[in-house]
């Protein structure tokens, strides 16, 4: 069945950066995209963007423009999510969730979440 | 930017029908899915493309999508069905998706 499995939680300090893998299985990597999505403690879901893993192309939300990577590697089918610059409000879960499109896109299985903490 | 409008709450008893709206400008003419999320835990995709349900989801849950409003309806509400919903949709300009501000369904 189609999995995807997210790194452990994580504490930073203000200004550095974090990278949350996610790594997936059950089906063919290739044929799905791969979308970020946030949600600080209590708040709503937030999108951050998405990655086409067969070709690498990536699209970000631009209020992060600048802050954020998404990569790929296909030889172990793993999603990453780098943000750099980070703040206090950046304190969230950030999940991974196959996105699927065929007229529009929608987020089809998703990951448990990595809660990232961003404390001096 | 797009903006997709939920109300905060919907309240429901056991057995009636629950339904939450999803406005946005012409969002009829853009498919919309929802997700149901429950206190800690992953969202969970419940319908998508304004009214299929995915495998193993209950035909309890409809959806439908017309005009300037995205409902997603629960007929014979549940206590399991208490839960946050978002609507989501895609923005093909952008190719990047717009979540609603969610609403919090309580079934007592």
């Known amino acids: 069945q189609v999995q995807l499995e997210q790194s452990g939680a994580e504490v930073k300090k203000p200004g550095a950066s974090v990278k949350v893998s996610c790594k997936t299985s059950g089906y063919t990597f290739t044929t799905y995209g791969i979308s970020w999505v946030r949600q600080a403690p209590g708040q709503r879901l937030e999108w951050m963007g998405w990655?086409?893993?067969?070709?690498?192309?990536?699209h970000y939300v631009q209020n992060f423009q600048g802050r954020v990577t998404m990569t790929t590697d296909t030889s172990t089918t793993t999603a990453y999510l780098e943000l750099r610059n980070l703040r206090s409000d950046d304190t969230a879960f950030y999940y991974c969730a196959r996105l699927f499109c065929a007229g529009g896109c929608f987020d089809d299985s998703w990951g448990r979440g990595t809660l990232v903490t961003v404390s001096s | 930017s797009y903006d997709l409008t939920q109300p905060p709450s919907v309240s429901v008893s056991p057995g009636q029908t629950a339904s939450i709206s999803c406005s946005g400008d012409?969002?009829?003419?853009?498919?919309v899915c929802w997700y149901q999320q429950k206190p800690g835990q992953s969202p969970v995709l419940v319908i998508y493309q304004d009214r299929k349900r995915p495998s193993g989801i209950p035909e309890r849950f409809s959806g439908t999508n017309s005009g300037n409003t995205a409902t997603l309806t629960i007929s014979g509400t549940q206590t399991v069905d208490e839960a946050d919903y978002y609507c989501q949709t895609w923005d093909t300009k952008s190719e990047l998706g717009i979540f609603g501000g969610g609403t919090k369904l309580t079934v007592l």
């Open positions: 990655i086409n893993p067969k070709n690498g192309n990536t």
């Open positions: 012409k969002l009829g003419y853009e498919y």
